[in-house]
């Protein structure tokens, strides 16, 4: 199925730039080759495609998301990974459909639901338990994963007003092409450390195709056939992908609390996955 191809491709995100940071490679090497082998092949994807681009102020507006949201939301969940588990990383950041939906309460005057008030309370209990045993390992990787989730969320609720202008694939493209200005711009001043390794080089091309490119189009056509709701409750299967694999492969191990709240967060976004959700690119 599409989406939980989408799913596991994300999941193993967290692997992938494990293997090119031990391989001597910086965060800012591994950003921008990310960003520059999907604006690449996303690009040809419209090409050959034939699709139509967006023109205008939507065109600033989706590049704008890519250079400040994106950008962002990348530095903070990467640099997570530099300081925290894979497995606590994914799980902070799977806070962030709460936290749409309570920017979206705010800000669009969505209304909250007893269902939606449920899954606040559960999402809440479930970060308490997730973070409470690493509070004291991992402070700064808790703070950069819960940042990557704040900024998502405003990332998905700006998205809710481009997105559908431009169509999911034109807007991926663009956001990635700005995610790709912000880190050309920082490369020139400063130069990225590149892998010294052929694996670390492996594991920056599948951050680029396998994580980023395949993810995105597996995730376009199974929300095509599925709709948004069945998509988010799919999409849950991420973060169980990057515990399951950090575990086996990485040899991270959670608490009895940490795997309850990840449970706990899970069944929060699955109820919220069935209130209207809304429209966004994947990460």
Request: proline residues 5%; charged residues 10%.
């Amino acid at each position: 199925m599409p989406i939980l191809l989408s799913a596991a491709c994300f999941g193993v995100m967290p692997l992938f730039a494990r293997l090119a940071y031990a391989s001597g490679a910086d965060m800012q090497a591994v950003l921008l080759s990310r960003f520059l082998i999907a604006s690449i092949c996303l690009v040809g994807i419209m090409l050959i495609r034939r699709e139509i681009w967006p023109r205008g102020w939507l065109v600033l507006g989706l590049l704008g998301m890519g250079t400040v949201g994106y950008a962002g939301q990348a530095f903070s969940y990467f640099s997570a990974l530099k300081y925290a588990s894979a497995s606590l990383t994914a799980q902070l950041l799977y806070t962030y459909p709460v936290i749409v939906t309570l920017i979206a309460a705010v800000w669009l005057k969505e209304p909250l639901t007893r269902r939606k008030l449920v899954a606040l309370v559960l999402a809440s209990i479930g970060l308490a338990l997730t973070v409470g045993d690493a509070l004291s390992g991992s402070p700064i990787g808790i703070a950069f994963g819960l940042t990557a989730a704040l900024i998502y969320s405003i990332y998905i609720v700006v998205g809710t007003k481009l997105t559908p202008q431009a169509g999911a694939l034109a807007s991926t493209t663009l956001v990635m092409l700005g995610g790709l200005l912000t880190y050309g711009v920082v490369a020139v001043v400063q130069p990225p450390t590149m892998p010294q390794t052929g694996l670390g080089w492996l594991a920056i091309l599948a951050l680029g195709l396998l994580c980023s490119v395949l993810a995105a189009l597996a995730f376009f056509a199974g929300l095509a056939r599925l709709g948004a709701s069945e998509a988010a409750m799919l999409s849950t299967f991420e973060p169980v992908v990057t515990v399951l694999l950090a575990a086996w492969l990485l040899g991270e191990r959670l608490s009895f609390s940490q795997w309850g709240g990840g449970a706990v967060i899970i069944v929060a976004v699955l109820l919220l996955a069935k209130s209207p959700a809304h429209g966004t690119p994947p990460e």
